[in-house]
């Protein structure tokens, strides 16, 4: 878990936006893990297959809440033009992220606009 999202989570009142932020957790950490070669495929490939189409099933409901804030991020040292939710979760596979800077670039974003997020919610 991100430790700067598990803080601003304690003034959290939202049960569903934290469920949502913990399941991004856990796909950032296979997106990071397969990247950096510190998990292996075959490992990645249960927790990705859990996890992935759980955030497809419910990324809809926090779409409108994320697009405003994941404009006013950046991805590449460049203005977000594209939402890195929509660009991670259209990965299908652990094979899709090895080597995969892309991938990696998005999710600064991704967290970037879930703290937003988690701050907005807990006002």
Known sequence: MNPFS????QWSQSVSLDEF???????????VGVYRQKMTLEAAREEFE?????????????EGSLRP?????STGDQPAQNDPFRLL???TRP??????????QRLPAAREALNQ???????
């Open 117 to 123: 997020l988690i701050l907005s919610q807990s006002r």
């Open 69 to 73: 804030l994941w404009r006013e991020t």
């Open 6 to 9: 598990k803080f601003l989570r």
């Open 21 to 31: 932020v913990e399941y991004w957790d856990r796909l950032e950490s296979v997106v």
């Open 89 to 91: 979760l259209a990965y």
């Open 50 to 62: 859990e996890v992935w189409p759980w955030l497809r099933a419910h990324y809809g409901a926090w």
């Open 95 to 104: 094979e899709d992220i090895e080597g995969n800077w892309t991938a990696m």
